[in-house]
């Protein structure tokens, strides 16, 4: 089966969970930056969670479908076909020769469409996810353009799930990013944190997959002093010269020379993916052990959510 793209929208990609394991060669994970709405988006429609599927930001894709397709949509919320009658958080039916309109992210800035079958995407270093940076991996190494047509897999045996009515409540409720102290905590004193936990951040409009620079209380190291090359994880906050932190994303570079304060818990990078221009943020602290438990809590979350 195939799906002419007619539109892109603002930003489409072809992502699955990330090219893990080549941070040491400089590759960033690339991957879904709304991880847990993309899982979700695979489930509804019986695929294996891990599936590549389509991402779209702020503004969606106008797809052509040439044969009949089970889909789902999943993440941020947008008006698709000029009505609400198309279904969100759950997979439906398209006949062939279907046009699928998904327009401005009303919730969010993430919109997740998943096939059932999945992409038919080549592995680049074990991942079909696009890395724009890098000009490879997804379709072509790039975002979607008018005219691309994209392949389906047909083969394999589905079950479509549904969710439990309001599963996904929790997910919508504001509350701050949780975050570690970075491994350059130690150049900061007690007024830098101070500042970072109290303060209401806005997310700049010079802000991408790469990384979320944000806006308002400056922090900054005890100390001006010059930092060697060192590693980024997923979800660090670096602090550059200016003091406004920034949040290393999933098409981040994987080393840099700010010293890095915090760093986003593996539990709440899926918040980061939905966080659009102007939105506040806000940032508490929490120990590695409430980390840890954390995403264990999530996984169990995301076990029990479908209905059985």
Known sequence: MTIRVLKPGF????QDLGRYGYAHLGISPAGAADPLSFRIANLLVGNDENVPALEMTLLG??????????????????????SAQVPFNAAFDLP??????????????RCYLSVQGGFD???????ASTFVAGHFGGFKGRRLQSGDVLQVRQHGSFRVRSLRPGALDSLRAPRPLRVTKGSQQD??????FEKLFSSAYTVSEQSDRTGLRLKGEAVRPREQSELLTDGIPLGA??????GQPIILFVDQQTTGG??????????DIHRVGQLRPRDEVRLVEVSIADAVQAMGERERWLREIFVS
């Open 187 to 192: 150049w900061f004193g007690p007024e830098a």
């Open 258 to 267: 700010y010293p890095k304060i915090a760093n986003v818990i593996a539990a």
């Open 237 to 242: 906050i670096q602090v550059p010269q200016d």
């Open 121 to 127: 995407i080549p592995l680049v270093m074990g991942s």
């Open 96 to 109: 062939a020769g279907a046009t699928l309109k998904c327009g401005s992210m009303t919730t969010g800035a």
């Open 11 to 14: 930003f489409t990609t072809v």
């Open 61 to 82: 894709a106008t797809l052509e479908f040439e044969e009949k397709a089970i889909v789902a949509l999943t993440g941020a919320s947008c008006e698709c076909n000029g």
